[in-house]
């Protein structure tokens, strides 16, 4: 038996996003929009780059050229390439990441969940997870890493968690979901998980449990949460 087994629940696996839960890219994918807006000729703010959380490349790019009311203004040929040109400096930002990128906690909470034998994955819709999990030096903790490369569907569609629950080996109602933006709470929800929310209240008020930052994340807590609904 894994996890707890009380009154037939089962807790087996928990599957995590990255940007805003396991560490903070957010802020990198800021620095590398921004430049690309202000090439273009757009102000591009932290208050709108909060809309971008968990939303895809090309989708973040249409946003940023609606913003500038430019929706009209390049082929796809062209937006191809200003998606490239941002994910190039992503990826040299990204290349300086370590351990110390952590968010609060959540070292602990995976070691945690390592020695209890609970199954570890991570559902992220950035195509470069694979590389932040290695900068972050985290690898060995995750038995599953589905990114945005292996889905057809972006959050909230379910399929990136229902993709990590099938190759985890486990039904999706004996999972743990752990997001920061509403669409992937929608999606942990609509993939009959169980949904933790980290940050605002309102925000991600979908959630069966929320926390207000990663440092209340603890293996303690989030197993009390998974048993009492
Ligand atoms: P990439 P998550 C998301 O990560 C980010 O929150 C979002 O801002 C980004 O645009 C998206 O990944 C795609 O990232 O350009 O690296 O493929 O929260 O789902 O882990
Ligand atoms: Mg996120």
């Known amino acids: 038996m894994k996890g707890f087994d009380i ?7 928990v599957i995590f996003d990255l ?4 560490t903070d890219t957010a802020e990198y994918h800021f620095i590398a929009w921004k430049q690309l807006a202000e090439q273009l000729g757009i102000t591009f703010d932290r208050a709108f780059n909060e809309q971008l959380k968990g939303v895809s490349r090309m989708e973040s790019l249409e946003r940023i050229l609606a913003l500038g009311g430019q929706t009209d203004r390049y082929t796809m040929a062209e937006k191809e ?3 490239h040109q941002k994910n190039e400096h992503y990826k040299q930002l ?4 370590t351990p110390d990128d952590l968010l609060p906690g959540m070292l602990d909470l995976l070691r945690e969940l390592k020695r209890q034998n609970i199954k570890i994955g991570l559902a992220s819709a950035s195509k470069n997870a694979f590389t932040v999990i290695e900068r972050l030096g985290i690898r060995e903790y995750f038995d599953t890493i589905v990114d945005a490369a292996k889905v057809q569907n972006s959050k909230p569609h379910p399929e990136i968690f ?3 629950a099938e190759q985890l080996r486990v039904d999706p109602s004996t999972c743990i979901g752990v997001e920061d933006a509403q669409a992937g709470v929608a999606a942990i929800k609509a993939a009959n ?3 933790i929310g ?3 209240k309102e925000a991600l008020k979908e959630a069966d449990y929320i926390v207000e930052t990663t440092a209340d994340l603890t293996y303690d807590a989030i197993v009390r949460a998974f048993y009492r609904e």
């Open 7 to 13: 009154m037939n629940k089962q807790l087996n696996a």
């Open 19 to 22: 940007d805003g839960v396991i």
């Open 81 to 83: 390439a200003l998606a």
């Open 94 to 97: 990204i290349a300086r990441m």
């Open 162 to 164: 229902l993709t990590a």
């Open 193 to 195: 998980m169980f949904a």
């Open 198 to 200: 980290v940050g605002d």
